[in-house]
Nanobody, 119 residues
């Protein structure tokens, strides 16, 4: 059984930064591609950033150059450094595995962590 525990969200002013962390409870963490997803009010959950098991990363266009995803295989954690935050980044952020742009474990979402960007 897989479990995700996200943390690090909060209220930040536009232009500010936050670092999200996710602890993953999974047997073979290194085998999976990992991602950060977010769901804004009234919108569908979307994939924001992916880090593949070989270390390559991809980002949704609106966050390129401002967000950085990383992983620590030994600690089974994934992080998302978010800089230059804009109000449209306000959402609940979740981590999960990724397979072809979708979560491989869609029934195992964690509680998420709320990010609010406002003056």
């Amino acid at each position: 059984q897989v479990r995700f525990v996200e943390s690090g969200g909060g209220l930040v002013q536009p232009g500010g930064s936050l670092r999200l962390s996710c602890e993953i409870f999974i047997i073979v963490f290194s085998a999976y591609d990992m991602g950060w997803y977010r769901q804004a009010p009234g919108k569908q959950r979307e994939l924001v950033a992916t880090i593949f098991n070989d270390g390559r990363t991809t980002y949704e266009d609106s966050v390129k150059g401002r967000f950085v995803i990383s992983r620590d295989t030994a600690r089974k954690t994934v992080s998302l450094q978010m800089n230059g935050l804009k109000p449209d980044a306000t959402a609940v952020y979740y981590c999960n595995t990724v397979l072809f742009g979708s979560p491989l474990h869609p029934t195992s979402w964690g509680q998420g962590t709320q990010v609010t960007v406002a003056a």
